[in-house]
């Protein structure tokens, strides 16, 4: 095994060394120690023997705050995201589920003359309290798919009765940008066929998951321009319901490939994912072309959700299987290592949509579709979960 890790070893060794250096020079910029936390982190994840040498924090492990409660009398929790202010922010369906009822056979929706749902579908909730701070989007949306907040305070929506991607102001009544057409699914490049998630880059690309139908990952400029898409004609990436996305700070899109049992990390040629290639002198072309990262186990089951802190990524699975259990994973798309795995302490998951972590990465969030309720989870770092760290192998 330590001979396994050795190369990686190395790496690391190099980088923290590169990042030392960064340190000296933009000491303004918070990013850095959080890298060299991440750096050490995978460290001793990886080489147990360096683990009383260095005394350093681990990845945060989720860990149920149970006194924590979200509200009740919500529809279904599809989507989840937290502000800058720390505060979850949750998207439900009121009344309407997804039934036998909602498409016919060529994927028209059926329920249009029902209108907009009547509630306001997104709220605002308390990080301490879970108690409802504020309440909008009422009269908007059909069937409400993913939410996402982005860098610059923006809060963007799916919904895959409208086949539409949503930008607003937060509590706005009117969307900043609209993406797709109304009711009208469509394969090209103006449409979507039930988008699922949405997730902004700190360089501001737009990356669309689009959908149960088109199978696709959509990127586009600020402004909403078509800058690229996945998969090309000539690439061999397959994908089957792009459920849910998260953007690492390296730069790589990590989409839970639901159908496909696995979650894969690719370049999708952000702005930002260039600029550190090209910084680590890489070839831009070659490392646009590499194939993707893929995280995979026999008992990962369908991957519904997404969330990353830094480079270590989360995730949490849905029914698959009576054999598979419903629960999170932990995971270093770098070396495409899954290590470890969490649940609830008070309950189990039985239908996860959504996950969300805080900016400052000390908080967790699932949201599920049936029971409709949220899950706090705090990541607990330090020491002290050596004994849990120890218990993952
Ligand atoms: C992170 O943000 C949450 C929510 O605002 C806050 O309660 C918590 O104290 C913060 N943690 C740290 C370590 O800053």
Redesign the pocket.
């Known amino acids: 095994m330590v001979g396994i890790f050795c190369p990686q070893y190395l790496t690391i060794v190099a980088l923290i060394g590169l990042v030392s250096s960064f340190t000296i020079q933009t000491k303004q910029n918070e990013d850095v120690p959080v890298v060299v936390e991440e750096l050490l982190n995978l460290l001793t994840v990886n080489s147990p023997a360096s683990i009383e040498k260095v005394e350093v924090q681990r990845p945060g492990y989720p860990t149920e705050n149970f006194d924590w409660q979200g509200p009740g009398n919500v529809g279904q929790i599809v989507g989840v995201s937290v502000d800058s ?2 505060r979850p922010v949750i998207f439900h369906r009121g009344d309407r589920t997804w039934n036998y009822n909602t498409y016919d056979d060529n994927l028209e929706y059926e329920e249009a003359f029902e209108g907009p749902i009547q509630d306001a579908t997104i709220l605002v909730l308390n ?2 309290t879970g108690v409802v701070v504020n309440a909008w989007g009422e009269q908007i949306f059909y069937l409400p798919h993913g939410l996402h907040i982005d860098p610059f305070g923006y809060v963007w929506l799916t919904d895959v009765a409208l086949h539409q991607v949503f930008k607003f102001k937060p509590g706005s009544r009117r969307p900043d940008l609209i993406l797709g057409e109304r009711f009208t699914r469509g394969s090209d490049d103006q449409h979507f066929c039930q988008p699922t998630a949405v997730a902004v880059a700190k360089s501001g690309e737009i990356v669309v998951a689009d959908g149960y139908c088109n199978n696709r990952i959509m990127v586009f400029d600020e402004s909403g321009n078509l800058i690229n898409k996945i998969p090309q004609q000539n690439e061999f990436v397959t994908l089957r319901v792009p459920h849910g996305l998260a953007i690492l700070d390296q730069g790589d899109v990590c989409v839970a490939d639901r159908e496909n049992m696995r979650i894969i990390c690719l370049n999708v040629g952000l702005r930002s994912n260039n600029d550190i290639n090209n910084n680590n002198n890489n070839n831009n072309i070659n490392e646009r072309r590499r194939p993707p990262l893929t995280l995979h186990q026999p008992d990962l089951g369908r991957v519904f959700a997404v969330a990353a802190h830094g480079n270590i990524l989360y995730a949490v699975n849905g029914p698959t299987s009576p054999m598979i259990p419903i629960r999170g994973f932990i995971m270093d798309p770098k070396f495409e290592d899954i290590f470890g795995s969490w649940s609830p302490s008070t309950g189990n998951f039985e239908q996860p949509h959504a996950m969300a972590i ?1 900016p ?1 990465g ?2 967790l969030y699932v949201t599920e579709i049936g029971p409709n309720k949220i899950w706090k989870f705090d990541l607990v770092r330090g020491n002290r979960q050596d004994d849990i760290w120890n218990n993952l192998e």
Do not use: L, P, Q, Y
């Open positions: 202010e720390g990080s301490i805080s400052n000390s908080e």
